[in-house]
């Protein structure tokens, strides 16, 4: 009987065990049951849900939520992300208004707004982008604004329009250090992002953008990130844990210990980067409403 060859298994990852230190609470309360319901009964998608953010019980319970607009498909397939990719459906264009209003009846002080991909659209959603902060503005003309926006594919007359309408911050992140960004974020390109923020410097916005951490990534190479950005006129930078949020995405391969956050903050504050948020649960929107203020020598 012939002998068929051994071929090795790819060898398997080995999945690290949680710290302590991620453990969140599971969201209750009035206010967070009140948010729920005005998110279900608008039809409004969000990012707390539909990117599992370990912080929606804590940001849900103060009446406080991150809309994402354009619907909840994305077009682009990044490894680390829970959002759904396919085919979106038709632009709503009415959603604008539907944001508003709930901001209004949420009565949110400081709102933030992201946005799947809509890489299929020539505008690439900049114009409902747009719509949305008018009519927040109308309708809360006392709440500021983050908006946390695409790349657009490059195509700079797109993010003109959100310099039109200033918002108060305007965030692209980054998301992972250099080498890692075509594992991490397929479709996109790291100086691209990084001409994102340039860009929206030049045009007068106060700018913001986030990395997580645990992707294989080293301590050289994040610090180099942060200095990257702070080149390219980042005023605000946020650092965090990478989670998995399913077995499908990339796994994490280390978690990252809350005194290297704060060492990170610190060379961050001592490279001249405005604010610095750097912590195991960290997100993006996470005190989003404190970093329309410098953040220089907070303790």
Same mark, same amino acid.
């Given at each position: 009987?012939?002998?068929?060859?051994?071929?090795?298994?790819?060898?398997?990852?080995?999945?690290?065990?949680?710290?302590?230190?991620?453990?969140?609470?599971?969201?209750?309360?009035?206010?967070?049951?009140?948010?729920?319901?005005?998110?279900?009964?608008?039809?409004?998608?969000?990012?707390?849900?539909?990117?599992? $953010?370990?912080?929606?019980?804590? %940001?849900?319970?103060?009446?406080?939520?991150?809309?994402?607009?354009?619907?909840?498909? %994305?077009?682009?397939? $990044?490894?680390? $992300?829970?959002?759904?990719?396919?085919?979106?459906?038709?632009v709503d264009w009415?959603?604008?208004?539907?944001?508003?209003?709930?901001?209004?009846?949420?009565?949110?002080?400081?709102?933030?707004?992201?946005?799947?991909? @809509? &890489?299929?659209?020539?505008?690439?959603?900049?114009?409902?982008?747009?719509?949305?902060?008018?009519?927040?503005?109308?309708?809360?003309?006392?709440?500021?604004?983050?908006?946390?926006?695409?790349d657009f594919r490059?195509?700079?007359?797109n993010l003109q @329009?959100?310099?039109?309408? *200033?918002?108060?911050?305007?965030?692209?992140?980054?998301?992972?250090?250099?080498?890692?960004?075509?594992?991490?974020?397929?479709?996109?390109?790291?100086?691209?992002?990084?001409?994102?923020?340039?860009?929206?410097?030049?045009?007068?916005?106060?700018?913001?953008?986030?990395?997580?951490?645990?992707?294989?990534?080293?301590?050289?190479?994040?610090?180099?990130?942060?200095? &990257?950005?702070?080149?390219?006129? $980042? &005023?605000?930078?946020?650092?965090?844990?990478?989670?998995?949020?399913?077995?499908?995405?990339?796994?994490? =391969? @280390?978690?990252?210990?809350?005194?290297?956050? *704060?060492?990170?903050?610190?060379?961050?504050?001592?490279?001249?980067?405005?604010?610095?948020?750097?912590?195991? =649960?960290? @997100?993006?929107?996470?005190?989003?409403?404190?970093?329309?203020?410098?953040?220089?020598?907070?303790?």
């Open positions: 009987m012939q002998e068929l060859p051994v071929v090795a298994a790819e060898p398997a990852v080995q999945r690290v065990k949680k710290p302590d230190w991620l453990r969140v609470k599971l969201p209750i309360g009035e206010n967070y049951r009140q948010v729920r319901n005005l998110v279900d009964t608008h039809k409004l998608h969000t990012i707390c849900e539909s990117g599992n $953010c370990p912080n929606m019980g804590e %940001c849900w319970g103060a009446g406080t939520a991150t809309f994402m607009i354009l619907g909840n498909v %994305c077009t682009r397939s $990044c490894g680390f $992300c829970a959002v759904a990719t396919g085919r979106p459906e038709p009415d959603e604008p208004q539907r944001v508003a209003e709930a901001i209004y009846l949420m009565k949110v002080k400081h709102a933030v707004i992201t946005s799947v991909d @809509r &890489d299929e659209l020539k505008d690439g959603g900049s114009i409902i982008w747009a719509n949305t902060v008018n009519a927040v503005r109308n309708l809360n003309p006392g709440t500021t604004m983050e908006t946390l926006i695409p490059g195509q700079w007359e @329009r959100i310099i039109e309408v *200033a918002p108060e911050v305007v965030s692209h992140n980054l998301e992972t250090v250099e080498r890692l960004t075509k594992k991490v974020r397929i479709q996109a390109k790291y100086h691209r992002s990084l001409e994102v923020i340039r860009r929206l410097k030049e045009g007068g916005m106060r700018t913001k953008s986030g990395i997580m951490l645990g992707l294989g990534e080293t301590k050289e190479e994040v610090i180099q990130a942060m200095q &990257d950005l702070h080149d390219n006129g $980042c &005023d605000v930078v946020t650092l965090g844990q990478y989670l998995q949020p399913t077995p499908k995405h990339l796994p994490v =391969l @280390r978690f990252v210990h809350p005194d290297e956050f *704060a060492e990170l903050r610190e060379i961050g504050y001592n490279m001249g980067i405005d604010y610095v948020e750097a912590g195991p =649960l960290v @997100r993006s929107s996470y005190h989003a409403e404190k970093h329309i203020f410098s953040g220089r020598n907070k303790g």
